[in-house]
């Protein structure tokens, strides 16, 4: 007999975790979020993972949307056969509302001790015309990839899950007679996670 220990992680919901945009969020939960991008950067993304952009309205971070109309604008000079919009789970950590333009912490909120910055829908920010929702993750870690929420054709749909997929099954391997090992990065933060140990027999 031989002792597997392995991650998970502890979440909590409100109710239903497909928030609405509109709704404020709150700080230390887990949501749903949408991320538009060209076919090439998808399939990129999916199999090493996001990485954090040098600059933004926001400052340097992951740039997503509990909104998918605003995703699937991006990128804005991409035709439409060459849109993707990844459907994310992301645990956003301590959130910091940015609704106003010029605001003294736009781009500095992470060094204030913040894991996300929020500008809510309508807020009147110039710098977001679309007036939709918008959010930046400072962590790319704490985004992940959990499906494929629109795409030019059902064989690329198809292409992209299945890269998923295989993602996913990094998460565990064999490595030897008896025993497992975990082998992709963990998502999300120490606070969400969990040890769990259990036997196998040979």
């Known amino acids: 007999m031989s002792t597997v220990t392995f991650y998970g992680w502890e979440v ?10 509109e709704q404020e969020a709150k700080s230390g939960r887990l949501y749903t979020m949408y991320h538009g991008t060209d076919v090439q950067t998808a399939r990129t993304i999916i199999n090493n993972g996001f990485k954090q952009s040098p ?9 997503v949307s509990r909104n998918q109309k605003k995703a699937e604008r991006y990128p804005l000079r991409s035709p439409v056969t060459d849109k993707v919009v990844l459907k994310l789970q992301v645990d ?33 920010m110039k710098a977001v015309p679309s007036g939709l929702e918008e ?11 959990a499906d494929i929420a629109l795409a030019p054709n059902t064989t690329l749909v198809a292409e992209l899950r299945q890269l998923i997929s295989q993602r996913k099954s990094q998460f565990m391997k064999p490595s030897g007679q008896g025993a497992y090992q975990v082998r992709s990065l963990l998502m999300f933060t120490p606070r969400n996670l969990k040890q769990l140990t259990f036997s196998t027999t040979d």
Not at 55 to 63: F, I, N, Q
């Open 12 to 21: 909590d919901y409100d109710g239903d975790h497909h928030l609405k945009a």
């Open 55 to 63: 600059d933004g309205m926001l400052g340097p971070g992951v740039y």
């Open 92 to 124: 956003i950590g301590k959130v910091k509302r940015i609704d106003t333009d010029n605001h003294p912490m736009q781009k500095t909120w992470h060094a204030q001790g913040y894991d996300t910055a929020w500008v809510p829908p309508n807020c009147g």
């Open 135 to 145: 959010d930046c993750i400072w962590d790319p870690k704490r985004v992940e990839v």
